[in-house]
């Protein structure tokens, strides 16, 4: 039987490949995302520091300003390095890439290098092109496809990434290596692989052309594939004799009567956009167009600013061939995002290829607990894994810190149930850093050079000050068996062991700097500000500018309402109840792009606080985030999930790091309140931080990041400059995220390990009594959060507000209260969406007439329930960006009862 043909089910039977010179994707297409929203370009908030190693040598941000440019932007694998890195190529930066030091590219020194060529120069590398300046392709972005994902070969210049075009491999070439030019690169090309298939090619070129530069395609059989482009493109077009694959070379020297048509700065842009249509139009009249693919690409990215950063891991060397001394680069990562326009018949208008993150992470899933130190929880985990820096028992504190004589305390692996809560405020904390008493010139004095240096011997003298005998509390850490889910996760996954809490002071400010990467001048609870909420901008807003999606699980009113953005009714089917559907999203795979568990921190017999704060247990922590564990690596996103557990702030226990104190900037120049000023320049106490996910390898220990500033840090702004990377988000919130180290480079495999635990350690119960919440007084932390619900149900307009309505509450009242509050919440807020209030006004302190108009869902004082809102006219609203992971999209979902129906179902069950 006569075997069948093998034909292409493809409809495209001709390939045109045009390539232009030296422009990066921002720097000739980004701003045509003001032109389809889905291509990932710029928004004008992108910016480049003059000085990559100094935060405050001011910030060039990216314009629309481009023209002609003169001279050549650098764009060497030296300079692009730097432009990538921010900081000089070594002899030994890929030597030591290659065993597992990865600094993932930060983008942020393109204005520097500049600079170094040509004073002003940044302002040409920081700009791009108006899509009116380029006609030609702004036409071909919306007739046909951007792709807006294509990088450059290698970070180097023309000649290696041109190799590459045509050979997938520049022979190890990062540079033009004139002995390579006598004899010819040897590899084989993709002409020859054509004519080896039957299938035929052609090179139209208007001066010599470079795939001369390759010694077989000097072969005599070759020379009739060379084509006069002027005299003979045009007519082969006419005549429909195009072979399948067309390499059209363009002018590469510029003259009076044949400028330049590559693009290559200097040469005038406006050449190559005559070109680009010269060649088009010869297509569009060809009776071959109904099978034609026509491509324009640029061949590496000429020293331009790009935002969006090239892969570094993952990439394969083509033949194991190094690269020349004293770099020997690997051919492992991959060079500058570059323009790529797609062109054919075949394509929809207006295609833009879709962005993808070359990250395997497509949900991130943060759980923050309370007020516990890295050497309290985690410090003696160095004797299972002698690289985290730990403790040894040798570590200690005197009694006095103005007093060597006075004894000394050492640290002990003897933790177990602890009350009551240690100092941890602003006050505090200095003293257990400094020995030394924060007075209101401190930080003033300090801001003027006198910095003090953290000795971190005050932390027995200070807890001696609250109760005599607490330094042994402080003093003492969990030995791994006591907290048996971390000892396995530290074991199978990730442990960071310098990451800093984002300030030296209490809870509330450093869960704001979670989200938002400031707490807007706070250093303690401003009641003030619970009202009207907290105005700065969140990740999840940037999230959802983005496209993509988050996804709040609480068991009492989430601390993410303390954001006044946060409480816009648009928003509330993002707030889940973490008993009712945690696992069932996890389950059914609708998980979204990034999600915040919200801990209980109100301890009760029924529901005991499982949030780690002094005096709860901390089994039920344990507990907790096996629960969370056991429920994500059961789910079908599991391969996708990497799974955070942090800290929000030390609590007063010993830490023996002294956290940095110069070189951070302050987010937003803010000062703190009076007395002392605090200038947000100085991290907190170093805080526990496990990182879970198939992608890390078993025992890996993160230190310190490796950039983007060489002060730069691990701390809880951290977490939204990553979200940021992963996502390929926009901009950054503040100047402190944009400074804050990002830790996606622990997700160090190839491939998704298949031995990770399905369940963890029961944990064992550390206290021998049950609390009792209808006599214990409130935690300050637990007093903000019921301080924060009567601004949920109008108690904010009361005379008891804020301090007389918790002075003497109990945790039962506050478990009540909080419920009875979030449900008023819920219920308003549900009216006032069937009653057509506009989603996306946040709330604020109108009256009752006017709270259907402003998103406001809250009663006024008195906290009546049932009233009606005003009908709001129904208006069309925005519609919100597509998602990027399947979510609940969600209903409000009965979230309305939440922690009054919690307790009864609890109640229920123990009696049955």
């Keep these: 039987m006569a075997a069948e043909a093998t034909t292409s089910t493809y409809p495209i039977k001709t390939i045109v490949l045009v390539v232009q010179e030296n422009r990066s994707f921002d720097h000739m297409l980004g701003w045509m995302k003001s032109l389809n929203d889905n291509i ?18 001011g910030r060039v941000f990216f314009g629309d300003g481009s023209g002609y440019s003169e001279p050549d932007p650098g764009h060497s694998l030296e300079a692009t390095h730097q432009q990538l890195h921010g900081a000089t190529l070594t002899s030994t930066t890929f030597s030591s890439n290659s065993t597992g030091s990865i600094r993932v590219p930060t983008m942020q020194g393109f204005a520097e290098q500049a600079e170094s060529i040509n004073k002003g120069m940044s302002d040409v590398v920081m700009n791009g092109f108006k899509p009116e300046m380029v006609p030609v392709y702004k036409e071909l972005v919306q007739e046909f496809a951007v792709c807006d994902r294509w990088f450059a070969s290698i970070p180097t210049l023309t000649q290696p990434n041109r190799l590459y075009i045509h050979s997938a491999t520049s022979y190890g070439a990062t540079e033009n290596d004139t002995s390579m030019l006598i004899k010819g690169y040897p590899q084989k090309t993709i002409f020859e692989s054509l004519e080896e298939g039957g299938c035929s090619f052609g090179i139209y070129h208007q001066y010599p052309p470079n795939t001369l530069f390759f010694r077989n395609m000097r072969k005599l059989k070759y020379i009739d594939n060379y084509h006069q482009f002027d005299l003979q493109f045009k007519d082969h077009c006419e005549k429909g004799k195009l072979p399948n694959y067309v390499v059209i070379e363009n002018r590469y020297l510029d003259t009076k009567l044949l400028p330049g048509n590559d693009d290559h700065p200097a040469h005038d842009v406006s050449e190559g956009q005559k070109f680009v249509k010269q060649v088009y139009e010869a297509l569009r009249s060809s009776p071959q167009w109904n099978e034609i693919l026509f491509l324009i690409i640029y061949d590496e990215h000429g020293g331009f600013y790009d935002h969006v950063p090239p892969p570094i891991t993952g990439v394969p060397s083509p033949d194991d061939i190094d690269g020349p001394e004293p770099y020997k680069f690997k051919f492992d990562r991959l060079g500058v995002r570059v323009p790529v326009i797609m062109v054919s018949p075949w394509i929809e208008r207006g295609t833009a290829e879709a962005t993808t993150s070359t990250y395997p992470i497509k949900t991130i899933v943060l759980v923050v607990q309370e007020n516990r130190s890295f050497d309290h929880m985690l410090g003696w985990m160095k004797s299972l894994n002698d690289n985290i820096n730990g403790v040894t028992g040798g570590e200690s504190n005197p009694l006095s810190a103005s007093d060597p004589s006075s004894g000394r305390v050492f640290f002990g692996d003897g933790s177990g149930y602890s009350e009551p809560d240690p100092g941890h405020s602003l006050e505090a904390t200095h003293q257990q850093l400094h020995g030394a008493t924060l007075t209101s010139t401190t930080f003033s004095s300090n801001s003027t050079g006198s910095i003090r240096v953290p000795t971190m011997q005050g932390f027995a003298e200070q807890a001696e000050s609250i109760n005599k005998g607490m330094s042994d509390v402080v003093m003492n850490g969990f030995k791994p068996e006591m907290v048996p889910v971390y000892k396995e996760l530290v074991q199978e996954f990730a442990v960071c062991d310098r990451w800093f809490a984002s300030i030296p002071t209490l809870t509330q400010p450093n869960r704001l700097y979670i989200h938002s990467a400031t707490s807007y001048g706070a250093t303690e609870n401003d009641t003030s500000m619970l009202i009207k909420g907290y105005p700065q901008k969140t990740i999840f807003e940037s999230l959802e500018e983005g496209g993509c999606s988050f996804g709040i699980y609480h068991q009492y009113p989430p601390n993410t309402l303390f954001f006044r953005n946060m409480r816009k009714l648009k928003y509330i089917d993002n707030y889940h109840q973490f008993d009712l559907q945690f696992k069932d999203h996890c389950e059914k795979g609708k998980l979204p792009n990034y999600v915040v568990i919200e801990n209980r921190y109100l301890d009760t017999k029924l529901l005991p606080g499982n949030d780690d704060h002094p005096a709860h247990d901390v089994s039920e922590g344990q507990k907790f985030v096996k629960q969370v564990y056991e429920a994500l690596r059961s789910s079908p996103q599991w391969n996708e999930i990497l799974f955070l557990i ?60 490796s950039g983007p500033y060489p002060t730069s840090e691990f701390e809880h702004s951290s977490i939204a400059a990553t979200i940021k990377k992963i996502f390929n988000l926009n901009d950054f919130l503040t100047k402190r995220d944009a400074w804050a180290g990002t830790f996606e480079g622990v997700v160090n495999r190839t491939s998704p390990r298949q031995d990770c635990p399905e369940k963890l350690s029961e944990p064992v119960k550390m206290r021998d009594f049950e609390p009792n919440e209808d006599e214990a007084k409130l935690t300050d932390y637990q007093g903000e959060m019921v301080q924060m ?91 919100p960006p597509a998602k990027k992971s399947n979510t609940s999209g969600g209903v409000l979902e009965n979230a309305a009862a939440s922690v009054t129906s919690t307790l009864e179902s609890a109640k229920q069950a123990i009696s049955e």
């Design 40 to 57: 990932n370009g710029v928004t004008g908030g992108e910016s480049n520091p003059l000085s990559a190693s100094d935060p405050s040598s």
């Design 789 to 879: 619900a009567a601004t949920l149900n109008g108690d904010h307009n009361k005379d008891i507000y804020p301090h007389k309505l918790v002075e003497n509450m109990t945790v039962s009242q506050a478990v009540t209260y909080v419920g009875d509050a979030y449900k008023v919440y819920c219920e308003e807020c549900t009216k006032a969406k069937e009653s057509g209030a506009d989603e996306h006004h946040a709330t604020d302190q109108s009256a009752v007439g006017k709270k259907a108009e402003t998103g406001d869902c809250r009663p006024s004082a008195g906290g009546q329930q049932g009233q009606r809102l005003v009908q709001a006219p129904q208006q069309p609203q925005p519609q």
């Design 646 to 705: 942090i800290y929000d702030e030390h609590g007063g226990f010993y830490d023996h790091v002294p956290p940095p104190i110069t070189g951070v900037p302050s987010p937003d120049d803010i000062d703190g309140p009076e007395p002392y000023k605090f200038k947000f320049d100085r991290l907190g106490v170093r805080v526990p931080v496990i990182m879970v996910s198939p992608w890390i390898e078993r025992g890996t220990v993160l230190h310190g990041p």
